[in-house]
């Protein structure tokens, strides 16, 4: 295997941005490596071009072209990258497709575009994706249009350009059609190409779920070894397909013929678990490499997870993999597992799987892999794929959330995550996977616990806020403990979501009854009527009357049953009775059976009420475990009911001017705007602040008033008096120019000379609208009351951009002081609108201007007709590089 060095960064002097270079997935799940030709292609483009069909040939250069003269060689390898860019897919050593543009005169924004693939690699996307990068590159190099000029009869290449998603304009003159469109991304390009990576990505996933064969690396007649275990659980679990040993030592393992390497094996390898010592992979994977295997689980250890060599190791093999068509499952991975009856896969190390069933489940921890299988398999919770990735270093939670959207066989998504690689895009494909089918997260780290050395590396910083708005905005059910994780995914495997959020309690004790009840109003459930008690001396009869009868109320969204068997009848005739009582009652139900003396043993197991299965009635080992779970679940219902919103653009925004602006004002260095810069930049997306003059001395106080009008504000300027809760710098409500001059005054033995005078704004209450850059996923608004209280409490509520006009009504009404603008006590209520507007305006902001990494508006004054904005603060700096921007590449 190539070293380190070798791979992922451009030759010295290459004269192209590294990002240019990327991991690409064809629609059948395979990969290749893009990046830009260089003068040491000369060969490689010969060979490619001689493995080009005839009728290829002619289609790209409309005639015979049987060889490439030397000189065309030199003229399509040597490119500027600038005027002439062109872009190659390299798989392996060869290049399997080629894409270009050519500038149409000296700094003009129009060039003309052409790309061709190899035979053997046609049919699979791969000139979609050169077209997405060779605009991204043109772009960049200020194009604004391609035109390209297409043979009518190459309809392969028409179709390229026709369902880009871009409007592309037509024109026919003697056989050949002349295309021409706008390279800016529109709504529809940025859509198809979406679209397309999932459609890809989830190939790619399915291909290492589905294998038609497996081999074992590593495969030991040693029960102590994990190519044992993982050899051993592939041959109890039935696997569908023949299951290789490869073994240098033994002619066969458990009965089953091995053979040297996996060079040796005379069938094609579809999946290969590599079981073997950390030293020995490079050779092991060069073999796999050989061999055309499709895809790897590693599960030895020893890489990034251990130390810095260790994940320096770790990329070199992901990079070589991707370069090779191949996707990899850890290092350090628990294995992948497909429950399918026509595939019968269980390439882990547990030793047990849970039933088939229609939830999914993702786990980066392999120890705690095992631990969560066999919880699922005792609660009765049956899985359709697992998969626990490991060090994650190149199939991700991200790559599952894709294969899941399109799983006809997956209901339910469930998540461990340790870290995030890539929160940008967990947020974007979290948000669209959890509209159809609901995700249960488990998020470990929440206060900080630091991450193994080399695995750090690989994974992205998130604050604690970020966190909670990714899941929050995304729709994501997040839990706390892997306990809560399998109450939840119970409840969704087994029942409806609920329409609403009023709840009925019925038992056989008043205890359990007001115990479920006051969990249910703490969690911001609304009880349909008091809690109902058919006491302990009723009958499994009169206990399914009972529940029928709050079934039947018509105001009841969600029911809880609490019971406690009786001495003298078995809880399994009142579990009966409740399975009959419930039936097809199309609203979610929860119970809590609590064990007793002679009620069988499957009654005390959480998850189960004698009757697993769809349409079982999940069972808690207390009634606040059940409720809880149910109120998780009516959250997800109300934010999947809700409009999704949409992307809108605010009114009147200058964008031009602010990126003229910004780009006058940003140095290598972050820097704080001054006032007047940042009153300038926020009006250009129509957010003006209160008029304000910033003066020295008492007579220019006096003058700024004047013109202003009364009453005016007088404020220090000074860093140390700005936006303090105390107001001490601060002089409200001055009324004429006595009351000016008594306040500069003041404020002058205190700060200075130098203030800032501004017209009153109308009452209203104080809010704060802030943008923050967070390192994992771009930018974040936050929205709170302002305050000292709001400070101490962290009353902030956040969303990731961009922003829907629902997130930003969401957002606004979030923090636990919002109530203040509804009209709390018979105030009148603020506009709430106005605040939307605003958020949205702040949203737009951040998406165009990435340079701006902070920004505070503050005061925000809330009032019945409109939000007053009386202060701002504004910080620059270079652009952060953003993970899910761009054309599609893996990251």
Excluded at 64 to 82: K, L, N, Q
Excluded at 286 to 310: H, N
Excluded at 470 to 486: H, K, N, P, T, Y
Excluded at 792 to 818: E, I, K, M, N
Aim: hydrophobic share 45%; with cysteine; proline share 7%.
């Amino acid at each position: 295997m190539s070293s380190a060095e070798d791979v992922g960064e451009p030759p010295p002097g290459s004269g192209y941005p590294p990002h240019w270079e990327a991991d690409v997935v064809a629609s059948d799940g395979g990969t290749a490596h893009l990046r830009p030709i260089t003068p040491a292609d000369a060969d490689a483009l010969q060979a490619f071009h001689s493995r080009l069909s005839e009728r290829t040939r002619y289609l790209r250069f409309f005639g015979p072209y049987p060889t490439m003269p030397a000189r065309d060689v030199e003229r399509f390898t040597t490119v500027d990258h600038r005027d002439r860019v062109a872009l190659v897919a390299v798989l392996g050593d060869d290049i399997i497709a080629v894409g270009r543009f050519d500038r149409l005169e000296p700094g003009g924004t129009a060039a003309e575009v052409a790309f061709v693939a190899e035979d053997a690699h046609q049919g699979r996307g791969l000139g979609s994706i050169l077209l997405e990068h060779l605009a991204a590159a043109g772009r960049e190099r200020g194009l604004e249009r391609f035109v390209a000029e297409v043979l009518a009869e190459n309809r392969q290449m028409v179709r390229v350009f026709r369902e880009a998603g871009y409007h592309v304009s037509r024109a026919f003159d003697e056989g050949v059609l002349h295309l021409e469109f706008a390279i800016d991304p529109t709504e529809e390009s940025v859509a198809v190409a979406r679209a397309r990576e999932q459609a890809a990505e989830a190939r790619s996933v399915h291909n290492v779920l589905h294998p038609g064969s497996v081999a074992v690396i590593g495969a030991s007649a040693d029960r102590e070894k994990v190519g044992h275990a993982v050899l051993r659980n592939l041959l109890r679990g039935d696997f569908a397909g023949p299951v290789y040993p490869v073994n240098a030592e033994r002619r066969s393992v458990r009965g089953v013929r091995a053979y040297p390497s996996v060079l040796d094996i005379p069938d094609e390898i579809d999946l290969a678990v590599i079981a073997v010592p950390a030293a020995d992979v490079d050779e092991v994977f060069d073999q796999c490499l050989a061999k055309g295997v499709r895809a790897l689980v590693v599960v030895t250890s020893g890489f990034a997870e251990a130390d810095e060599q260790g994940a320096t190791a770790e990329r070199a093999l992901v990079t070589q993999a991707r370069t090779h068509g191949m996707r990899v499952v850890g290092p350090n991975a628990l294995g992948v597992a497909n429950t399918d009856p026509a595939v019968r896969l269980n390439a882990t190390l547990a030793p047990q799987l849970p039933g088939p069933g229609r939830a999914g489940f993702f786990a980066q921890s392999g120890a705690l892999g095992i631990a969560i299988l066999a919880e699922a398999a005792e609660r009765g919770l049956g899985l359709s794929t697992f998969v626990s990735a490991g060090n994650r270093a190149d199939l991700s939670g991200n790559d599952l959330l894709q294969y899941w959207q399109s799983d006809p066989a997956t209901d339910l998504v469930l998540l461990y995550l340790e870290s995030f690689g890539n929160p940008r895009k967990f947020a974007r494909l979290a948000r669209r996977l959890a509209r159809r089918k609901p995700v249960v997260a488990v998020k470990s780290g929440r206060h900080g616990t630091a991450l193994p050395r080399g695995l750090a590396a690989t994974s992205v910083p998130i604050d604690e806020a970020s966190v909670a708005a990714l899941f929050e905005q995304s729709g994501v059910i997040r839990v706390d403990s892997v306990a809560q994780l399998f109450d939840t995914a119970l409840l969704l495997a087994h029942q409806p979501l609920p329409p609403g959020h009023r709840v009925a309690v019925v038992g056989n004790s008043t205890a359990l009854g007001v115990l479920a009840a006051d969990t249910a109003r703490s969690q911001g459930l609304l009880l349909a009527c008091d809690p109902f008690d058919v006491g302990v001396a009723a009958t499994p009869d009169q206990f399914a009357t009972a529940v029928r009868g709050a079934l039947d109320r018509g105001d009841v969204d969600a029911l809880v049953v609490v019971y406690v068997p009786p001495v003298a009848l078995p809880g399994t005739a009142y579990a009966r009775a409740l399975r009959e009582a419930v039936a097809d009652s199309g609203i979610p139900v929860v119970s809590t059976f609590l064990a007793a003396e002679g009620v069988p043993a499957e009654l005390a197991v959480p998850g189960r009420a004698g009757f697993p299965g769809p349409g079982s009635v999940p069972s808690y080992p207390s009634p606040e475990r059940a409720v809880l779970a149910l109120a998780r679940v009516v959250r997800y219902a109300q934010w999947r009911s809700r409009p999704v919103g949409e992307f809108v653009r605010p009114e009147g925004l200058r964008v031009e001017e602010a990126t003229a602006l910004i780009e006058s004002w940003v140095g290598d260095e972050p820097a704080a705007l001054s006032d007047e810069q940042a009153t300038q930049l926020l009006g250009c997306y129509g957010i003006e602040l209160v008029p304000f003059r910033r003066v020295a001395g008492v007579e220019q106080a006096v003058a700024a008033a004047e013109e202003l009008g009364y009453p005016v504000a007088l404020k220090a300027t000074g860093e140390r008096w700005r936006h303090r809760s105390d107001l001490v710098g601060v002089r409200l409500d001055l009324a004429d120019a006595g009351a000016v001059r008594l306040a500069h005054a003041d404020l002058a033995v205190m700060a200075g000379e130098v203030v800032s005078v501004q017209r009153m704004a109308p009452k209203g209450i104080s809010c704060e609208i802030g943008l923050q850059e967070d390192p994992s996923f771009g930018s974040l608004v936050s929205f709170g009351l302002a305050g000292m209280v709001s400070d101490l409490l962290g009353d902030r509520a956040y969303r990731a951009v961009p922003l829907s006009d629902t997130d930003a009504a969401d957002l606004v009404q979030a923090p636990r002081a919002a109530p203040l603008l509804s009209g709390y006590r018979g105030t009148d209520p603020a506009d709430l609108t106005a605040l939307g507007d605003l958020v949205l305006r702040v949203a737009a902001l951040a998406e165009d201007l990435p340079e701006v990494r902070s920004l505070t508006l503050e005061p925000v004054l809330a009032a019945p007709t409109g939000a007053a904005v009386a202060g701002a603060r504004v910080r620059v700096g270079q652009p952060p590089v953003r993970g899910d921007v761009g054309p599609r590449r893996l990251r």
